[in-house]
């Protein structure tokens, strides 16, 4: 069974920055993207970014576009997630998940896509 792992949330300045980190453990093959979404209070999970990991291809939600960059390090099986000039709209838990199914993407998909979803990190925007 696949383990997912966030971390690196925190409270920071609008304009900072910060690196989330997703790593996997346990049967960590069979999947083929990871992708991170994020929760706001009130709010449904909506999709923040999301890598392939056989092609490295990588999708964004326009909102953070420019200024998140997802990226992997397929021997620490981990997925990054840098994020930069943040805003206080992008406040809310992230999460990451894996998606087992072979899709032809093209952007960064559902919710309900992925499974093995993580604890979340807390990510706070405000001065």
């Known amino acids: 069974q696949l383990q997912l792992v966030e971390s690196g949330g925190a409270l920071v300045q609008p304009g900072g920055s910060l690196r989330l980190s997703c790593v996997a453990s346990?049967?960590?093959?069979?999947?083929?993207?990871i992708g991170w979404f994020r929760q706001a209070p009130g709010k449904e999970r909506e999709g923040v970014s999301t890598?392939?990991?056989?092609?490295?291809?990588?999708f964004y939600a326009d909102s953070v576009k420019g200024r998140f960059t997802i990226s992997r390090d397929n021997a620490k099986k981990t997925v990054y997630l840098q994020m930069n000039n943040l805003k206080p709209e992008d406040t809310g838990v992230y999460y990451c998940?894996?998606?087992?199914?072979?899709?032809?993407?093209?952007?960064?998909?559902?919710?309900?896509?992925?499974?093995?979803w993580g604890q979340g990190t807390q990510v706070t925007v405000s001065s």
């Open positions: 998940g894996a998606d087992f199914t072979p899709r032809l993407r093209i952007g960064v998909g559902e919710p309900w896509w992925f499974t093995s």
């Open positions: 346990g049967f960590t093959s069979g999947y083929h993207a």
């Open positions: 890598i392939s990991l056989s092609e490295g291809s990588t």
